[in-house]
């Protein structure tokens, strides 16, 4: 991978790229579209702090670079900041001694969170070679439940009040006395996406877990939709992927280069980004009214 050009199936940015730096670095900035600590955070921090053993070189993968002993944490490699000082971060949702959440940088959905395992066997491998350690999926798997059903939390906080699928649980719960067994209301863990890039564009391992509305400031361009609306995204749970299994071999099948599809109505943009921009503003609102 280089860090000065877009390639082919890259989904994001030079920009994205280098948005972050660790604390000390010339050239510092705060983590793009920072947000304060609220109730999402609140509810999500822990007050463990991970011990972190440092990096080894990356067992060899053609897919992603080896990294020289005490590589900056700059452009391709700004995941590992997280990775090292969590506590420096903001960003940072919780950690423990296997893993960091954080915010996405660049949100592509009204939610857009990652999960950075720790292993440092694993953290520079492609997840497609992380992940044929049955071990480590497995703890992969749990660690993103555990997330997923905090983003769903999240959701329902944000949007429930909107929802016509969560008025009967918000009516038992206001009423004097309140229900004794509340209506189970919409299920929101439906509305998250997980899963890793078939290309990843960071070198350290990441997985994503985002609200199913593509609905951000942040999502710019056709490969930005459809790396998060095409089997570019792999689902953890799809792992192990058998060898012959053609998401392997992203490239190939051109998932990034394929019409714009609504993710919620199927309607095909072909090429027009914009229109699907404006498109996806609309699907936001009748996705939250559900």
């Not at 049955?134 to 939390?153: C, D, G, I």
């Not at 998932?255 to 199927?266: A, G, I, Q």
Request: proline share 9%; net charge neutral; charged share 25%.
């Amino acid at each position: 991978m280089t860090d000065n050009k877009e390639l082919s199936e890259d989904a994001i940015t030079s920009e994205e790229i280098n948005a972050t730096i660790l604390p000390g670095h010339s050239g510092e900035k705060p983590l793009a579209n920072q947000k304060d600590r609220n109730a999402f955070t609140e509810l999500m921090s822990s007050p463990q702090k991970p011990k972190v053993k440092p990096t080894p070189k990356a067992t060899s993968h053609r897919l992603i670079p080896t990294l020289p002993p005490n590589a900056p944490f700059t452009g391709r490699n700004g995941l590992g900041a997280y990775m090292a000082s969590p506590a420096k971060f903001p960003a940072v949702i919780y950690h423990n001694e296997e893993f960091v959440a954080i915010y996405d940088g660049f949100p592509k959905s009204s939610i857009h969170v990652l999960l950075l395992p720790l292993n440092p066997e694993k953290t520079l491998l492609h997840p497609f070679k992380a992940f044929e350690d049955p071990q480590f999926l497995a703890s992969v798997k749990t660690e993103v439940k555990k997330l997923k059903a905090l983003v769903a939390s999240e959701l329902r906080r944000l949007y429930g009040k909107h929802s016509a699928s969560e008025q009967a649980r918000i009516q038992a719960m206001e009423a004097s006395p309140p229900a004794e067994v509340l209506p189970p209301g919409r299920d929101w863990e439906i509305e998250v996406l997980t899963g890793i890039h078939s290309g990843p564009s960071m070198n350290h391992l990441h997985i994503h877990v985002l609200s199913v509305d593509r609905h951000s400031s942040c999502m710019k361009h056709k490969k930005h939709y459809n790396s998060f609306a095409t089997p570019f995204l792999i689902d953890v749970e799809d792992f192990p992927l058998g060898p012959d299994d053609v998401r392997r071999h992203p490239g190939g099948q051109g998932y990034l280069k394929s019409d714009l599809v609504c993710w919620r109505c199927r309607q095909n943009f072909k090429t027009n980004f914009a229109s699907l921009k404006q498109h996806l503003a609309q699907e936001y609102e009748e996705w939250k009214r559900e």
